[in-house]
């Protein structure tokens, strides 16, 4: 499909709903990821189609009630879910979403951040990053995606297993720089999208490219979805041209129609 048919499509799309359907409620499950562009896009996409979208935060993984896998589990109805993509494939395994509805949507690299007005640490290179964490009080990292890859691989890349170890905490459901910014924790990893939206924290930047882990979120509508027409127009308005910028301010990597999953 050309850009141009794209376009087309997304735009057809969007006046079918809005001309033809009373507006509904559309209520998305989302990780925090995505969750920063979902808000700078959602009032746009109100106004065009006359649907209001509930959003419902947690996490994409993780023993946490508020855990998208654990809500859909207990029973709470949502139209879509927009998750870290492996997660989202667990979902898909065991029937949750409706076939063929998966929508890729953005890449998301790893920071790092530290309290406001605290010293600003060199992490630019792998023997600058490795130091910081050895100087560093404490450790904050996250519940999902990118706190696994932390704990289980950045340090022992980094061959600070057992330094990191002793000062180093998972933090759930909430974002990891809303503890930094607290002073609970010296430094605070997650990805770049969700500590950005903070305040009271200095973000730092991304880890060093040989380091880097990149997180795919994507979306997709659930199998019970209320309104899973106005889901899957939600995504394809969240995939087309017109919201990558969008998605590109809050630190995100907008996935192109050859990206293939992650």
């Known amino acids: 499909m050309t850009r141009t048919s794209r376009y087309a499509a997304t735009a057809l799309m969007l006046t079918f709903l809005s001309a033809n359907a009373c507006a509904q409620e559309v209520k998305v499950m989302i990780s925090g990821g995505f969750k920063a562009a979902l808000e700078k896009l959602a009032p746009e996409y109100e106004r065009q189609t006359g649907d209001t979208i509930v959003i419902i935060p947690g996490p994409s993984m993780g023993a946490t009630p508020q855990a998208i896998p654990n809500r859909l589990a207990r029973g709470e109805k949502a139209d879509v879910v927009i998750m870290v993509g492996d997660a989202l494939a667990k979902l898909e395994k065991t029937s949750q979403t409706q076939p063929g509805s998966r929508t890729e949507l953005a890449d998301s690299p790893v920071g790092m951040v530290v309290k406001k007005g605290a010293n600003i640490p060199d992490i630019s290179s792998e023997a600058t990053l490795r130091n910081a964490l050895l100087q560093a009080s404490s450790i904050a990292y996250s519940d999902s995606a990118s706190g696994r890859y932390v704990s289980q691989t950045l340090f022992k890349k980094l061959?600070?297993?057992?330094?990191?170890?002793?000062?180093?905490?998972?933090?759930?459901?909430?974002?990891?720089?809303?503890?930094?910014?607290?002073?609970?924790?010296?430094?605070?990893?997650?990805?770049?999208?969700?500590?950005?939206?903070?305040?009271?924290v200095t973000f730092i930047g991304k880890i060093p490219d040989n380091l880097q882990y990149i997180t795919r979120f994507a979306g997709a509508v659930t199998r019970h979805a209320e309104h899973p027409d106005e889901g899957k127009a939600l995504l394809t308005y969240l995939a087309s041209p017109p919201s990558r910028a969008v998605i590109e301010k809050t630190g995100m990597i907008p996935v192109t129609s050859g990206d293939t999953a992650r």
Not at 177 to 185: C, L, N
């Open 159 to 200: 061959g600070i297993e057992k330094e990191a170890a002793a000062k180093a905490t998972m933090v759930e459901r909430i974002p990891v720089a809303s503890e930094v910014a607290k002073g609970k924790y010296a430094v605070g990893f997650q990805q770049v999208s969700e500590l950005l939206p903070v305040q009271g």
